[in-house]
């Protein structure tokens, strides 16, 4: 009986001194910031998500993000969980999501601003950086503008400059997606641009960001007016002004966007009005993780190498050293101060008639 007895004493005594080891987190739950249990940054398994603008595979902003967090992954080790979205309300119900399983950062591709500060007010610890985001005012909340009007300007100015020089012709066409702030702001610098350079551009809207087809016929109606460049800034609908451009004689090009798009046309795509998504996101994760990003706004541009003109690397030698100069020449006002890129209509007839 007292051998039992002392088995049974031994036995308790260990479920006792296992039971005030160290506590396991609760599921969802990080450690706050500056807390003796908070792991070294180098130990740390670091939780980080996006969420995509749209589907992936469309050649444009979508891969461009994808591409920014697998060359991430790719340096680091650190894996990134990526999510893709149908609706607009998809991007709440995902940021939220990220934010319940305890995410440490989660980027938002979309333009979802509005949608975002209940969100950041529900989940302080998780940091959410917000691609052409507006809000401000939250320690958990880095909103990235890109100072996409500086390209368009370069790339209207670019279009007349060429289209000159290829036949003579001092008017180039636009071809967005849908008319939103977004791409009205770069449309409209375009058209400044293009005025710059002695020449008009010529703008039109296929509906949405899918439709080839359309944009396809728009592409063509341009070329069919006598135009021999044709800007496409419509998304995954870009590929009908390339089939268009692809269906004419040599002599008629168009410009890609996002981070180049040449891959889609190489021997038609002159050049691109370029975000480097690709590049920045990378770089944006390894500040997150080294604790060197900031709240607030931040604004990326030329004078930054985040925006600009991408060349063609494959027919890019058909362009002559003097619009390349040129070129340069209206990069170094715009980054001084010196020309100041229209974003909409009021400020581009002030620019015309000025």
Not at 134 to 161: L, R
Not at 249 to 269: C, D, K, Y
Request: hydrophobic letters at 40%; one cysteine or more; a negative charge.
């Amino acid at each position: 009986m007292k051998k039992m007895l002392s088995v049974l004493l031994m036995v308790l005594l260990v479920f006792t001194l296992g039971a005030c080891g160290s506590k396991p987190a609760e599921p969802g739950v990080t450690e706050p910031a500056g807390s003796a249990t908070e792991p070294a940054a180098g130990d740390k398994e670091w939780k980080i998500g996006l969420v995509a603008a749209g589907k992936f595979g469309d050649n444009g902003l979508n891969d461009a993000l994808k591409a920014a967090v697998d060359a991430f992954t790719a340096d680091t080790g650190i894996p990134v969980t990526k999510v893709e979205v149908s609706e607009l309300s998809d991007h709440a119900i995902h940021a939220r999501n990220f934010g319940e399983q305890g995410y440490d950062m989660v980027i938002m591709g979309g333009t979802v601003s509005e949608l975002m500060p209940e969100v950041l007010e529900d989940f302080p610890d998780t940091h959410y950086i917000l691609n052409k985001g507006t809000v401000d005012g939250y320690d958990n909340c880095t909103s990235i503008q890109f100072e996409e009007p500086q390209a368009g300007f370069i790339g209207g100015a670019f279009a007349v400059m060429m289209s000159e020089h290829l036949a003579g012709v001092n008017k180039v066409g636009w071809i967005g997606g849908m008319r939103i702030n977004d791409l009205e702001m770069c449309r409209y610098s375009f058209q400044a641009g293009a005025h710059y350079a002695g020449g008009e551009a010529v703008e039109s809207y296929v509906g949405d960001f899918q439709d080839i087809a359309k944009a396809k016929e728009l592409a063509l109606q341009m070329y069919g007016e006598g135009m021999v460049i044709v800007q496409a800034f419509a998304g995954g609908a870009a590929n009908g002004v390339y089939q268009a451009v692809e269906s004419l004689p040599e002599g008629n090009f168009a410009m890609g966007a996002a981070t180049g798009q040449f891959n889609l046309s190489p021997e038609r795509i002159l050049a691109s009005h370029i975000i480097k998504t690709d590049e920045y996101f990378n770089e944006v994760c390894k500040q997150f993780i080294a604790g060197e990003m900031p709240a607030g706004i931040i604004k990326a541009g030329l004078k930054d190498g985040a925006t600009g003109i991408r060349i063609s690397p494959l027919i890019g030698d058909q362009i002559p050293q003097e619009i390349k100069d040129k070129m340069a020449e209206i990069e170094a006002k715009i980054v001084s101060g010196e020309i100041v890129p229209p974003t909409d209509e009021a400020a581009y007839n002030a620019y015309i008639a000025k």
